[in-house]
């Protein structure tokens, strides 16, 4: 239980600077909005782990930890590339959405809308969903896994929603675009010990 709070911790750290980041740009985040994320993480990696299971049944172990690596491996490129670009003006996608949560405020009206908490949970959930992967091949229990990915997606977009203007918390997110893809390749190459 502990291994799993750990990386579901490590996995949704985004989701505090994503609230972090809302509070420096004054977009509120109401509670309903709130509780809307946090259900993506708990409906995605519910499904995820339910096909995963089925699918996967009699792969090697082996196999399945070489699947695991090149999943996180795809998302670390994806994630690195796009904080790379940091093209504020293109439509966002879940990937930027991640790398710059601001952008997922679609209309600029300093509030996120049920669409847009759904489109920001869409894309917390993604690293969430490979992670969820990851434990269903280990052969985790999927409702108590599902349920602990979105508390953690709760409380940390919460608490960086609420957390004061620290100014060394400020210049650590201003580096943190690139902190999803430094994440992701971690957990890529701990899918190979």
């Not at 904080?83 to 959405?97: D, F, N, Q, V």
């Not at 929603?161 to 893809?181: M, Q, T």
């Amino acid at each position: 239980m502990a291994h799993l709070i750990f990386l579901s911790l490590l996995v949704s750290l985004d989701g505090f600077f994503s609230g972090f980041t809302f509070r420096l740009k004054k977009i509120r985040i109401c509670l309903p909005q709130l509780l809307f994320i946090s259900l993506c993480p708990l409906v995605i990696v519910t499904a995820v782990m339910l096909s995963s299971q089925r699918m996967t049944a009699g792969i090697p172990a082996g196999a399945a930890k070489g699947l695991g690596f090149v999943l996180f491996f795809c998302l670390a490129y994806l994630s690195f590339a796009d904080a790379l670009k940091k093209r504020k003006s293109s439509p966002p996608t879940l990937i930027t959405m991640i790398n710059n949560p601001a952008s997922s405020d679609l209309d600029h009206n300093q509030r996120l809308s049920s669409r847009e908490a759904l489109l920001l949970g869409l894309a917390l959930s993604l690293d969430n969903a490979v992670l969820g992967f990851s434990f269903a091949l280990d052969g985790a229990p999927v409702g108590s896994t599902a349920l602990c990915f979105a508390l953690v997606n709760f409380l940390l977009v919460m608490a960086g929603n609420l957390c004061p203007g620290l100014p060394f918390i400020d210049r650590f997110e201003k580096g943190s675009e690139y902190l999803p893809s430094l994440l992701f390749l971690i957990l890529a190459f701990s899918r190979l010990l």
